[in-house]
């Protein structure tokens, strides 16, 4: 599946699984060796994804909690190693590098965490969490380290003379930027952001999101925005890539997205999105529960919830094909129209 044409992408997803297995201890092996009904767990955190991102662009990803969202930035980010798939950074296969060139894509890939507090060191002062990197890998040298520091907090909005204060010493919006930093000090071609809004106030939600705007403008970056907020990804977003139980079931250019969505899960959720024209609607979310990822339903994994199942979703898997230039869907209605 092809996502884009006639543009070269940054980061290529072709077919990119993620399975993490909880192994039997002794107890449970000497249980099932006695007849016991159990065996070794196996979470289906991503199945089976494909997806292109090209250069300057903001790709937002959204779905429920467990959906997988996170673990694929994950993945992008180079924390995870994907189970099965490929997954190309500017065409190089990031699975087959190693040393100088395996640092190189590391660092131009990076990751900006949902909650600060629990990915800043409470041990380090700023200068050090967002300068020790660009020393360690070259950017800078340790004595133009401070300089460094100064022009990077200036840039995302903190005050330079707070570089020797430690992390708990600052409010939730002034520690985000500081992990916007820390990942801009390394001179990076792609963000991955995981929530990073969504623990912050609404008012310090729309200082960080034009941050991260002005930041594309100033310095060209790409950006594969996760977030379950749809009123977030609309604003932010250049294309939307829609999640269910580790599976994509929908792309599609914004506008065309939230104006007329394909998918019934897409549907149910931009149902829910508040509008001024629907102001006295009763809120009802999205009806039954998001299966488990140990032990996700056949066909469609959305049949359990949506209301145009048939015999053929609960059985056959849909595949994400192409429906109209630029959009894509994985849905068997599709195949009617």
Known sequence: MTAETGAQAMLELRDVSKRFVKSLDLAGKIAQRFGANIREEVVHAVDGVSLNITSGEVVGLVGESGCGKSTLGRIVAGVHAPSDGLVKFRGRDISGLKGAEATDVALKVQMIFQDPMSSLNPRLRVQDIIGEAP?????????????????????????????????????????????????????????????????????????????????????????LFISHDLGVVEHLSDRVVIMYLGRVVEIAQTDALFAEPNHPYTKALLAEVPRLETRRRRFEPVKGEIPSPIDPPSGCHFHPRCPHAT????????VLREIAPDRFAACHLNDDA
């Open 311 to 318: 015999e053929r979703c609960r059985a056959e898997r849909p």
């Open 135 to 223: 020393v360690v890998h070259g950017v800078v040298d340790r004595a133009g380290m401070a300089d460094y520091v100064e022009e990077t907090m200036l840039r995302v909005g903190l005050d330079p003379s707070y570089a020797r204060r430690y992390p708990h010493q600052f409010s939730g919006g002034q520690r985000q930027r500081i992990g916007i930093a820390r990942a801009l000090a390394v001179k990076p071609e792609f963000l991955v952001c995981d929530e990073s809004v969504a623990a912050l106030d609404v008012s310090i939600q729309a200082q960080v999101l034009n941050l991260f705007m002005n930041l594309r403008e100033e310095l060209d970056l790409t950006y």
